[in-house]
């Protein structure tokens, strides 16, 4: 399929004994195409082999669709650091923004809230997270991985990086239902505390002015907090539990199996508390594909957790663009656009697809011409009769090779 391989740069003998040369593509296929005399990026090139050499279904105008995490400024903070993708690192991205996030043991995400709903992967590690809600009803959990939870817009919360089964602390994506979140912009409590005048402080918090003499003169954001004890000395009580729990055991759930792949759906039939975010984790075997879809509810925002993966967007008007992705990257789908995701690695391709929605929803290609009158498919598509009948009525979500 590819012509281009290779040959892109030769290595001094030296340096071959050492480390291989990255084998950049050629922006060639068949005939069309040239080498490149100019200078090359040739590690970032061999990362996008069907930018460099599109095929030849690609058409058009299509927006940016990918960004990788790795191009994200990292705020380092003591014990952790944040990056985030957003409408500022990406455009197209207006319905959801991603936050990765790493806390060591012990390591505070500050008390905060903001206008937008959290929802989150627990990517490696665990933490307690707490709340409290608008009646004095709290929580607090433990999250490992594959663990997710969702904080209402508004709603104030607590992150912190536990010691267990070895790792020293968390690392894990956030996604927000709104692309203009900045992870800079959450209201904090020190922040709060240091721009309220001191004697309505202590008039509020009903102690002397000179009680107030070691509040942090600025934000906290990300520090080293208590070491933290058993769970249950963090169950606060107050007025009862948040009825809708914040967390949920997403690897817990069954998933779909296919010959090919597994997927799990978490929306608000099995995850109450996640109003505004449905999401999916699919896993696609080497040489498998997420078929042909779309959803018929909105943008979709995907983090690659592992592997590596293709995906063309169809866009209307004869648009279509191809995109490679691998760990760590950032997709993006624009509502309503077609599009598969082929696993194009030779290891397991793992990937979340979220979706600003209280469910998930996608229409499947496959299922479509299956339950459409076969005459008008065959109309349209001039497959034989034989091979219309054989396709399956029921959704294979990952499709073999
Ligand atoms: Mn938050
Ligand atoms: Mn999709």
Request: hydrophobic letters at 40%; proline letters at 8%.
């Amino acid at each position: 399929m590819i012509a281009a391989a290779g040959g892109a740069m030769m290595a001094s003998p030296a340096l071959a004994q050492t480390a291989a040369p990255v084998a950049a593509p050629l922006p060639q296929r068949g005939s069309k195409g040239a080498d490149i005399l100019g200078p090359t990026n040739d590690p970032r090139s061999a990362e996008e082999p069907f930018t460099q050499a599109p095929p030849a279904t690609d058409h058009g105008t299509m927006p940016n669709l990918k960004w990788s995490f790795s191009d994200s400024h990292m705020r380092l903070e003591e014990g952790g650091w944040a990056r985030q993708t957003t409408v500022r690192e990406l455009p197209i991205s207006k319905a959801m923004a991603g936050v990765n996030m790493r806390l060591k043991a012990g390591v505070v995400r500050e008390m905060h809230w903001h206008k937008e709903a959290e929802w989150s992967y627990m990517i490696k590690g665990k933490a307690r997270i707490t709340a409290v809600d608008q009646d004095g009803r709290t929580f607090a959990d433990d999250v490992g991985e594959g663990d997710l939870w969702y904080f209402p817009g508004g709603i104030p919360h607590s992150i912190q990086g536990l010691s267990a089964d070895g790792i020293d602390g968390c690392e894990f994506l956030l996604v927000f239902d709104d692309g203009g979140f900045s992870e800079d912009s959450t209201f904090l409590l020190t922040d709060w505390l240091a721009h309220t005048p001191r004697d309505i402080l202590a008039k509020n918090l009903g102690v002397p002015e000179s009680a107030l003499a070691k509040i942090p003169e600025k934000e906290l954001y990300i520090f080293p907090g208590p070491t933290p004890g058993p769970l249950s000395a963090d169950l606060m009580g107050g007025a009862g539990q948040i009825p809708k729990t914040f967390s949920h055991r997403m690897l817990a759930q069954e998933p779909i199996r296919t010959k090919s792949g597994r997927v799990r759906i978490t929306d608000s039939t099995v995850f109450p508390a996640s109003a505004t975010i449905a999401a999916a984790l699919v896993e696609v075997e080497p040489g498998g594909m997420r078929e042909l879809h779309w959803h018929p509810n909105g943008d979709e925002w995907q983090y690659y957790l592992s592997g590596k993966g293709r995906m063309t967007v169809f866009g209307s008007e004869s648009k279509a663009r191809t995109f490679d992705y691998q760990a760590g990257d950032v997709g993006y789908v624009p509502y309503a656009m077609g599009h598969y995701i082929e696993n194009t690695g030779d290891t397991t391709l793992t990937f979340l697809e979220m979706f600003k929605s209280p469910r998930y929803a996608d229409i499947s290609l496959n299922q479509w011409l299956a339950l459409t009158p076969h005459p008008l498919v065959q109309a349209h598509t001039g497959l034989d009769p034989r091979q219309i009948d054989a396709l399956s009525q029921t959704k294979a979500p990952v499709v073999p090779g």
